[in-house]
């Protein structure tokens, strides 16, 4: 049972630069989420989606977009990297329900040069 | 506006010490209060979670205090161990909505 598997592990880019980040649950999850942290910043949401079909922006989504492919995948894609995109990015996973824990990846290190 | 506000941000204490990290939050509408433990190089895991009806849990050496009232709540870790050194996460949800988190601290366990 792998839970949530973010890819790639590191990535580097150029400023302008554009990627998609992939995250994949199989834990048959109904909502997904984005974080970004930094230090000193915490976790930080940059999109959610709550259901397959539905996307909402979280605290931090300039600059990014998603896509909810299927019920097990959630995608991010910065269209055109900035520097100050330079972060480790993570991918979460939850039921709906009473409890809500959430299951992370083991994150993304994306440097922007 | 910080929804989730934790101190402090970092802590060192000398093994079987009690560490203590705290949290307030502003929220009236959060039901669910995690804490998330993370390891260098790892994603955040779940350590332990309360919602409001109770003020205290305890699993193992972990204890969460909650203070409905206060709007705050915090993590005691009894009989501190080197391997519990990581970054130490709250965070508060409502129902059907996604996790806010607190900046973090970083416990550090002198042997």
């Known amino acids: 049972n792998a839970g949530v598997t973010q890819t790639p592990k590191f990535q580097v880019l150029k400023t302008g630069q554009s990627m998609t980040l992939q995250c994949a649950q199989d834990m048959n999850h109904n909502s997904m989420y984005w974080y970004r942290q930094d230090p000193g910043m915490g976790l930080r949401l940059i999109y959610y989606s709550a259901s397959e079909g539905t996307t909402d922006k979280g605290e931090v989504p300039n600059g990014y977009n998603v896509s909810r492919l299927n019920k097990r995948e959630f995608s991010l894609r910065l269209e055109s990297a900035a520097p100050s995109q330079t972060s480790v990015y993570f991918c979460?996973?939850?039921?709906?329900?009473?409890?809500?824990?959430?299951?992370f990846g083991q994150g993304t290190r994306l440097t922007v040069v | 506006q910080q929804q989730v506000k934790q101190s402090p941000q970092s802590l060192i204490v000398q093994k079987g010490g009690i560490p203590i990290i705290n949290c307030a939050y502003e929220n009236t509408a959060f039901d669910y209060f995690p804490w998330y433990q993370q390891f260098p190089g790892k994603g955040p895991a779940l350590l332990i979670a309360i919602r409001p009806d109770v003020s205290e849990k305890k699993e193992g050496r972990f204890t969460i205090s909650f203070n409905k009232s206060a709007k705050q709540f915090s993590l005691h870790i009894m009989d501190s161990q080197p391997g519990d050194s990581a970054t130490y996460f709250c965070a508060a949800s409502k129902a059907g909505t996604a996790l806010i988190f607190g900046k973090g601290t970083t416990l550090s366990v002198s042997s």
């Open positions: 979460a996973s939850s039921s709906q329900g009473v409890v809500t824990e959430a299951f």
